[in-house]
């Protein structure tokens, strides 16, 4: 999608984000709000890319953009969290900052090792677009779910890294190859 079309489209992507996000009416709002300024920040980076999976309606969807070789600090200051060999790909220019994923929770639950799971195909589709070696995305370390759903999607620990074990702060690193 265009800049202008996620444009035209962030009440759709607010709604679909609250809606998956869990907890009731109050709750969406705040967690919506949050994440429209968050999207509207990394719709300006450079490369950003997201697609959208639906039928009727706005089913999900995923989003991110190419981590710069020389500057992978821009990048929501990933640098401070990347292991040497994904600093090395991030070198080559062929590092991909997956910022989001947004998909309903069966999908998160049911058939996650599939290969037409939903979340899978979306993520495979936006490290294919950008021919990106490595996918990369930072999780918050007491975000059990998040973890568990992405690890069910074929993310792995960057090497050396796992989630209780690094003292870097309160995010993990997850990679995933295309």
Known sequence: MTRRQIEDRFGDLGDLYAQTSGGGPWAWNVARGAFLRQLAADVRRPGFS????E???LTGCAYGY?????AAGGAR?????????VRSVA????LFLVSGIIVPARV???NQD????????????????????LGVTLVERSDGATVQALRSWGWR???GETLQASLLGPYGVLVLGP
Do not use: C, F, M
Not at 66 to 70: D, E, I, L, R, T
Not at 91 to 94: K, L, M, N, Q, V
Not at 115 to 123: D, V
């Open 50 to 53: 997201l697609l959208i999976a």
């Open 66 to 70: 190419p981590v710069p070789g020389a």
């Open 157 to 159: 620990y960057a090497e």
């Open 114 to 133: 599939r290969a037409w799971n939903l979340a899978r195909r979306l993520q495979k589709r936006l490290l294919t677009e950008h021919d990106a070696a």
């Open 55 to 57: 039928t009727t309606a």
């Open 77 to 85: 200051g990933l640098e401070a969290y990347l292991p040497g060999s």
């Open 108 to 110: 998160r639950k049911q």
């Open 91 to 94: 070198a080559s220019g062929r």
